[in-house]
């Protein structure tokens, strides 16, 4: 790819939105101390308008003025290549796509935007992380991000619904698999079946609980999609589609998403734009969910059962660019004894590191680290001894950080905290 292909490719891609963020920026550095990366690292680079500013030093060169004097337009007239590579360091190592500099920005100008776009062009040239390119293609090619075997993951879940039946003394709980016109498709993250199962167990506990009409797929059930990071539409496009049909085979009411903020925000906001059509079904997120059983008196909590001090990290996805802020607390004043939060937090949190596919692209990892000492300090400030979350991404860039900073804290999802507080009512004799 030419510099010249990326900016005809970039211009294919123009809409309103993508153009005045790329015009409107007026350089007045608010948005530098919105963003994590540079808080950590308070050097140039790290500005989110100058790392919009790698992108339209290229889109420059569409104007013809910027054509004819490009040392007076800072119009670039670099190596191609070199060029490009550089791009793809600031995109791909430089930005989770957390978009906290859009709510600080006075022009409204949405860097996520820009990285995301820029992002799928590059790839389409083989720009692109090879950790991020290869969690894509394995998602594609296998149905889900780690390559788990319908075998194995039938397997782990035949064993968790074991371990539920276990710990509800109800040898007729199930994890209900396949099952048409069920009301709820709860989706699933591939690191739950392949690393942290009891996880599953956690939600099934709550289901079960909840007396709820539930089921997984074993077809199609990866609640996760990369290509929201890598920036490649079609890909995207392909993966809301293998969720989406497999929701309109089984006949369900309701896809539930797993804790997964890019994942929810993939499917539930993104996903129909992809595909171009409505969903036959409702989609939420299984924080969602869990909040309307506790508020309807569907299940029954005990927060003694939480005793210790618990913070909650919003994950980018579900709160920023979710909307999902009050459900999470609304289910921690009721399942803990003492909730405390950070500063700031909803909306305005700042993002862990995790997100943007960081986790991935292992060539940028000393960076993310650097970059989580924002949330490091938030953390250390509460005193708390547990962090919430509702997210895998955030879940694994929380416990490197707490390794890395000394924090001395534990990591959980909340549906574990919520299924360790759970009031089970005795089985119903048959």
Request: aromatic share 8%; proline share 5%; charged share 25%.
């Amino acid at each position: 790819m030419t510099a010249n292909e990326f900016i005809a490719q970039l211009s294919q891609k123009l809409n309103r939105s993508l153009l005045s963020s790329l015009e409107a920026c007026v350089r007045c550095g608010v948005c530098a101390e919105s963003c994590h990366y540079f808080r950590a690292m308070p050097e140039p680079q790290y500005i989110p308008a100058q790392r919009a500013e790698a992108v339209r030093r290229l889109w420059r060169r569409h104007s013809l003025l910027p054509r004819l004097f490009p040392r007076w337009f800072g119009a670039s007239l670099g190596d191609d290549d070199q060029e490009l590579k550089k791009l793809q360091d600031v995109v791909f190592g430089t930005c989770t796509m957390c978009r906290r500099c859009v709510l600080n920005c006075p022009m409204g100008v949405d860097t996520g935007l820009i990285v995301r776009t820029a992002r799928g062009i590059l790839a389409s040239a083989g720009y692109i992380p090879e950790g991020l390119k290869a969690t894509v293609d394995i998602h594609l090619a296998t149905g889900n991000n780690m390559g788990v075997s319908k075998e194995d993951l039938v397997e782990t879940l035949e064993w968790m619904e074991e371990q539920l039946q276990g710990e509800t003394g109800d040898p007729e709980a199930k994890i209900p698999l396949d099952k048409p016109g069920a009301r709820y498709l709860y989706t699933l993250n591939p690191r739950e079946p392949k690393y942290f199962p009891l996880t599953i167990l956690a939600a099934a506990k709550i289901f079960y609980a909840a007396g709820a009409d539930w089921t997984i797929s074993t077809q199609a059930w990866d609640v996760t999609n990369y290509a929201l990071f890598s920036g490649e539409d079609a890909a995207a496009r392909q993966i809301v589609n293998m969720l989406a049909q497999e929701a309109k085979r089984l006949g369900v009411k309701e896809v539930i998403m797993a804790e997964c903020g890019h994942g929810y925000r993939a499917f539930r906001w993104e996903g129909e734009n992809w595909i171009g059509e409505a969903y036959p079904f409702k989609v939420r997120g299984f924080v969602e969910l869990m909040a309307e059983f506790l508020e309807k008196g569907t299940i029954k909590v005990n927060p003694e059962a939480n005793p210790q001090p618990v913070t909650y990290h919003d994950p980018c996805n579900q709160a920023r660019n979710g909307g999902i802020v009050e459900e999470p607390r609304y289910i921690l004043a009721r399942v803990v004894k003492d909730f405390r939060e950070m500063e700031p937090h909803g909306e305005n949190n700042f993002c862990c590191g995790g997100g943007g596919g960081m986790l991935s692209m292992t060539e940028y990892s000393k960076n993310r680290i650097a970059a989580g000492e924002t949330k490091a300090r938030q953390i250390a400030a509460t005193g708390a001894k547990i962090v919430a979350t509702s997210c895998h991404n955030c879940l694994d860039q929380l416990a490197e950080i707490n390794r890395h900073y000394k924090l001395g804290v534990k990591i959980h999802n909340l549906c574990e905290l919520v299924a360790e507080a759970l009031v089970l009512e005795p089985p119903k004799s048959s």
